[in-house]
């Protein structure tokens, strides 16, 4: 059986990922995307004995995520470049009180999703169901 921890930086590792397939249907997202983009900083600390972890990187368009959290919640920050050649930075918390992003770029879309979640029961998936 999975840790807590374990699974909580699994979460968190891929709502990340499910964040880079968002970024792009909002508003502001660079106009061209580099294939050619390298790599310029990875740094990966897994969980330790007591659950902490960090992990951050940077590529050379211009993208830039850190974040760091334990089995209690996660902080990070997330900088890229916008369509019009700005940058754009927002944080976020996710605690037990949710995803909680800041800054004047921040995702409302996600902001959105997570209030219709949180204001909405529970579906059992094998009541749902159909077959």
Not at 18 to 30: I, K, N, Q, S, Y
Not at 67 to 83: C, F, L, P, R
Not at 100 to 125: M, N
């Amino acid at each position: 059986m999975k840790s807590r921890q374990h699974l909580f930086v699994k979460h968190h590792q891929l709502f990340l990922l499910l964040l880079t397939f968002l970024l792009p249907d909002c508003d502001a997202r660079p106009a061209i995307p580099d294939a050619a983009a390298g790599t310029i900083y990875y740094e990966n600390q897994p969980p330790d004995a007591s659950g902490n972890y960090k992990f951050d990187f940077q590529t050379s368009n211009g993208i830039t995520t850190k974040a760091a959290g334990n089995e209690n919640g996660a902080v990070g920050v997330v900088q890229y470049v916008s369509k019009e050649g700005l940058p754009v930075t927002f944080t976020y918390v996710a605690d037990a009180n949710g995803y909680q992003p800041s800054g004047d770029f921040a995702p409302t879309h996600l902001t959105r999703l997570l209030e219709y979640l949180r204001t909405h029961p529970e579906v059992d998936e094998l009541k749902s169901r159909r077959w």
